[in-house]
């Protein structure tokens, strides 16, 4: 059997989901979880074969579970299975050590054969997807998407300063540097550009 981790944010889905993975004789779905902090604590404490988790929850993002999973080398792997179909996703995707990547609207048998295959180490990926990601690479570091992400959100410099530990000056060079290198005309149409483009 191939112990699974679900996590996903709205109920409905997470249950469909849930009943769908049933089906598969060699599938069990041994927790859920509604947000990344639930998923990361499910996978610590029940150390499941695989994770199966959307990107954008409450709490800790899908990319961030990921990510700690890889950091404490559990040996959970992870599929990432979303709605966004973008290439920027899929590359940040595979630095936080998933080795899958779906998208909702793949067919249920597609699914199950992405577990699988990341349960016996091969990645899984959705194939349009993968031909897009060696494309345009993301020009922001780190930190500048930190600080773009927090000034998407509507926060001030000092804000994003205090929030960060930096110096609102700092602040200032980082949103200056990502708004030169995404071309955009101020701090909320380089945060629209980077959303769209998967690098938030």
């Known amino acids: 059997m191939i112990r699974v981790v679900l996590a996903e944010d709205q109920a409905m889905v997470r249950g469909a989901l849930a009943a769908l993975l049933a089906l598969d ?18 996978v610590r404490a029940l150390r499941p074969d695989v994770l199966l988790t959307d990107i954008e929850m409450p709490g800790r993002s899908g990319l961030e579970v990921a990510a700690a999973v890889r950091d404490a080398a559990l040996p959970t792997k992870v599929v990432i299975l979303t709605t966004f179909a973008r290439a920027g996703y899929l590359r940040r995707a595979l630095e936080a050590g998933a080795l899958g990547y779906l998208l909702k609207d793949a067919p249920a048998a597609v699914l199950a054969d992405a577990v699988r295959r990341v349960h016996a180490g091969l990645r899984a990926i959705d194939p349009d997807l993968a031909a897009q990601a060696w494309g345009e690479a993301d020009p922001l570091s780190d930190r500048e998407r930190q600080v773009l992400r927090l000034a998407g959100e509507g926060r001030m410099s000092a804000e994003i300063a205090e929030a960060l530990g930096l110096a609102e000056g700092t602040v200032r060079n980082y949103l200056s540097e990502a708004i030169g290198k995404l071309g955009a005309a101020n701090r909320v149409e380089a945060a629209r550009i980077a959303r769209e483009q998967g690098w938030l």
């Not at 004789?25 to 998923?39: H, R, S």
């Open 25 to 42: 004789g060699d599938l069990d779905v041994v927790g859920e979880a509604g947000d990344g902090d639930e998923a990361e604590a499910l």
